[in-house]
């Protein structure tokens, strides 16, 4: 089985920065993509940010120019750097991780249990 495990989320206030991580553990043979999605109360999940494994990153418009996904392959880890936040950022953020558990195996795609992002003077 393969767990990811988020931290770094926070109370904070507009125009503030936070940077979350996601550790994936368990059994892992390679991760392909990783991302970060958010949801908001009464909203659905929605991408934020996408990594591939060689680093080719993608965005929702409306964080573009602020956050910064990046990861450590030798840590199976995934981080979002977010500055300049707004209170429309609060959301529960998930880390999520298309992991082949054997080579033998296609891709899974596992969800971290989410960290809460509260923008907020």
């Known amino acids: 089985q393969v767990q990811l495990v988020e931290s770094g989320g926070d109370l904070v206030q507009p125009g503030g920065s936070l940077r979350l991580s996601c550790a994936a553990s368990?059994?892992?043979?390679?991760?392909?993509?990783m991302g970060w999605y958010r949801q908001a109360p009464w909203k659905q999940r929605e991408l934020v940010a996408r990594?591939?494994?060689?680093?080719?990153?993608a965005y929702t418009d409306r964080v573009k120019g602020r956050f910064t996904i990046s990861r450590d392959n030798a840590k199976n880890s995934v981080y979002l750097q977010m500055n300049s936040l707004k209170p429309e950022d609060t959301a529960v953020y998930y880390c999520?991780?298309?992991?082949?558990?054997?080579?033998?195996?296609?891709?899974?795609?596992?969800w971290g249990q989410g960290t809460q992002v509260t923008v907020s003077s």
């Open positions: 999520n991780a298309d992991v082949r558990p054997d080579w033998r195996e296609r891709y899974y795609s596992f």
């Open positions: 368990g059994s892992i043979f390679d991760i392909n993509a």
């Open positions: 990594i591939t494994s060689d680093g080719n990153t």
